[in-house]
């Protein structure tokens, strides 16, 4: 009975659109009130699409969270929990009173926004011109989450070691001015947006951005005690809990489509569906090379597979799209993230050369996928040029690391960033939140 209801409801809808009635209908609508209907419902689902993707974006705080808590120590699980979501809060509040304007108001080809809070103006639209393709909100909250996950790059690098409260100031530094300053050249129509440089959707404006702060911190901040023998050697020191690790990293995965898939900015129409599913198959099928080639590359150099390895080529991968995700065959896509994977297995062992201790990887998968990813825009994309794309990576380096360095610094001179021996020794947990998080697994003796 369904079905025959089915049938005939798609018959009458058929005779509907051949009898005169329907044809008077058609004709009576002016073809103003047609277009004005069509930009309406694009507003509707351009903003729609930035609100949905923002949410996944902001679900990549748990990831993060889950990939970092993995990978310390278990004397260190409840400061990186605190620190995951503190940040985020930080973030928000940030990009609301500074970070949105000095990114996208009044930028018009030069290097700086304007100075103060962010206000929601929808008075067009709410007046019935659609113009601006989606709502102010949606897009100063898909904005303001990605700001966050840079913040959170930080994070993972430096655990283990840096002060609470010192992280925190240089996440408000990082978040309302010296992320929001380099966004504007490139997103906010500065200079670099100008000369065409291209990042689709931030392997550069917010990956190596996040990579460098975290490089600039961990070479000030030392290494965690232990962690490089008296030969030199590099210390294999145990994770907490590898399964969250994983747990994370399927987290991000997924977070990424509306990472990618949002930067597209629009949803209303055929061609705005396919694009945004093209950058799903990329996006995925990037990550899916990065880790197949993280887990071969690792196999072959080592005779044994690392999972933790593996779970950064498939981070690689997706860092690696990020920068140009909508403009790949779905084969180069593959390449770009095997690439990417591959980096960072033969990046790693290098930072442990150099004693550059960055507890998840987060320098391999963010900085140097990264920065991959924003040169192979030039490959995939015709109107992306490779000395515009190698200048605007040298710029925003040159400016984060002296930016992020001055900060850095300043807080060692001042407040200090790092525990001491004995406190690093006990557990940043134990020391500044008092609070462990896996108690009944504490052992005698620490790492």
């Given at each position: 009975m369904t079905h025959l209801l089915k049938d005939l409801r798609s018959r009458a809808r058929r005779l509907a659109l051949v009898t005169p009635c329907a044809t008077?209908?058609?004709?009576?609508?002016?073809?103003?009130?047609?277009?004005?209907?069509?930009?309406?419902?694009?507003?509707?689902?351009?903003?729609?699409?930035?609100?949905?993707?923002?949410?996944?974006?902001?679900?990549?705080?748990?990831?993060?969270?889950?990939?970092?808590?993995?990978?310390?120590?278990?004397?260190?699980?409840?400061?990186?929990?605190?620190?995951?979501?503190?940040l985020f809060a930080i973030a928000g509040l940030s990009f609301y009173l500074t970070g949105y304007n000095l990114m996208f108001d009044g930028v018009d080809g030069g290097f700086i926004g304007s100075l103060g809070p962010w206000r929601a103006d929808d008075s067009a639209a709410l007046a019935g011109d659609f113009s601006a393709g989606y709502s102010a909100s949606s897009d100063w909250f898909f904005q303001m989450v990605f700001v966050a996950t840079a913040a959170s790059i930080v994070s993972g690098t430096l655990a283990e070691r840096i002060k609470l409260w010192p992280f925190f100031a240089f996440v408000c530094f990082l978040t309302a001015v010296m992320y929001p300053i380099q966004g504007a050249w490139i997103w906010g129509g500065g200079f670099l947006a100008e000369l065409g440089f291209a990042d689709f959707a931030g392997g550069t404006v917010v990956h190596s951005v996040g990579g460098w702060s975290a490089l600039t911190?961990?070479?000030?901040?030392?290494?965690?005690?232990?962690?490089?023998?008296?030969?030199?050697?590099?210390?294999?020191?145990?994770?907490?809990?590898?399964?969250?690790?994983?747990?994370?990293?399927?987290?991000?995965?997924?977070?990424?489509?509306?990472?990618?898939?949002?930067?597209?900015?629009?949803?209303?129409?055929?061609?705005?569906?396919?694009?945004?599913?093209?950058?799903?198959?990329?996006?995925?099928?990037?990550?899916?090379?990065?880790?197949?080639?993280?887990?071969?590359?690792?196999?072959?150099?080592?005779?044994?597979?690392?999972?933790?390895?593996?779970?950064?080529?498939?981070?690689?991968?997706?860092?690696?799209?990020?920068?140009?995700?909508?403009?790949?065959?779905?084969?180069?896509?593959?390449?770009?993230?095997?690439?990417?994977?591959?980096?960072?297995?033969?990046?790693?062992?290098?930072?442990?050369?150099?004693?550059?201790?960055?507890?998840?990887?987060?320098?391999?998968?963010?900085?140097?996928?990264?920065?991959?990813?924003?040169?192979?825009?030039?490959?995939?994309?015709?109107?992306?040029?490779?000395?515009?794309?190698?200048?605007?990576?040298?710029?925003?380096?040159?400016?984060?690391?002296?930016?992020?360095?001055?900060?850095?610094?300043?807080?060692?001179?001042?407040?200090g960033l790092r525990l001491s021996q004995a406190e690093e020794a006990l557990g940043i947990d134990k020391v500044e939140l008092g609070t462990l998080a896996y108690p009944e697994f504490r052992l005698a003796k620490q790492i």
């Open positions: 008077l209908i058609a004709v009576a609508l002016p073809a103003s009130a047609e277009a004005a209907v069509s930009a309406e419902t694009s507003f509707v689902f351009n903003t729609f699409s930035l609100l949905v993707h923002g949410f996944l974006v902001l679900w990549m705080a748990a990831g993060f969270a889950s990939l970092e808590s993995g990978l310390v120590r278990t004397k260190s699980v409840t400061t990186i929990l605190l620190k995951n979501i503190t911190g961990a070479i000030l901040l030392g290494a965690r005690r232990g962690k490089y023998g008296v030969d030199g050697k590099a210390q294999r020191i145990p994770a907490s809990s590898l399964p969250l690790a994983t747990l994370g990293t399927f987290i991000l995965w997924l977070g990424w489509l509306g990472f990618n898939g949002g930067s597209h900015h629009a949803l209303g129409s055929a061609a705005d569906a396919i694009v945004v599913s093209n950058i799903y198959v990329n996006t995925t099928m990037s990550s899916a090379g990065g880790l197949l080639a993280a887990v071969i590359l690792t196999q072959l150099i080592s005779k044994r597979i690392d999972l933790t390895i593996a779970l950064n080529g498939a981070l690689g991968g997706l860092v690696s799209i990020t920068a140009g995700p909508n403009t790949p065959e779905v084969g180069q896509a593959i390449l770009i993230g095997a690439v990417g994977g591959s980096l960072v297995v033969l990046v790693t062992p290098l930072l442990d050369r150099w004693k550059i201790d960055d507890v998840v990887g987060a320098i391999p998968v963010h900085l140097v996928a990264g920065t991959w990813g924003t040169l192979a825009v030039a490959f995939t994309n015709p109107a992306a040029s490779l000395p515009i794309q190698l200048l605007g990576i040298g710029t925003v380096a040159a400016f984060v690391i002296t930016a992020s360095s001055l900060a850095w610094l300043l807080l060692k001179a001042t407040v």
